[in-house]
């Protein structure tokens, strides 16, 4: 079984930016591919951006491309979210995700509010 713990989120200013980790244990952390979705209030969650296991290739959903960068260190166990330029549409609840064993794992997630 798999347990994810994120961090880093909190309250910040529209331009500013913030890195959220996110812990794996309990798993073969480099053997699956990681993501990060958000859910704002009163919508449905959404995808962020993807990593590999490898860290060779990163997706991105199109309303963060160019300010959010996906990254993986393997020896740690922790994937990160390092968010640039963040605008007020970013602010949401933030989690981590990951399949493995057919199953699906999610964090308990972290708040980021971005004020204007």
């Known amino acids: 079984q798999v347990q994810l713990v994120e961090s880093g989120g909190g309250l910040v200013q529209a331009g500013g930016s913030l890195r959220l980790s996110c812990a794996a244990s309990g798993g073969s952390f480099s053997s699956y591919a990681m993501g990060w979705f958000r859910q704002a209030p009163g919508k449905e969650r959404e995808f962020v951006a993807a990593i590999t296991k490898s860290g060779s290739s990163t997706y991105y959903a199109e309303s963060v491309q160019g300010r959010f960068t996906i990254s993986r260190d393997n020896a740690k166990n922790t994937a990160y979210l390092q968010m640039n330029s963040l605008k007020p549409e970013d602010t949401a609840v933030y989690y981590c995700?990951?399949?493995?064993?057919?199953?699906?794992?999610w964090g308990q997630g972290t708040q980021v509010t971005v004020s204007s």
């Open positions: 995700r990951v399949v493995a064993g057919g199953y699906d794992y």
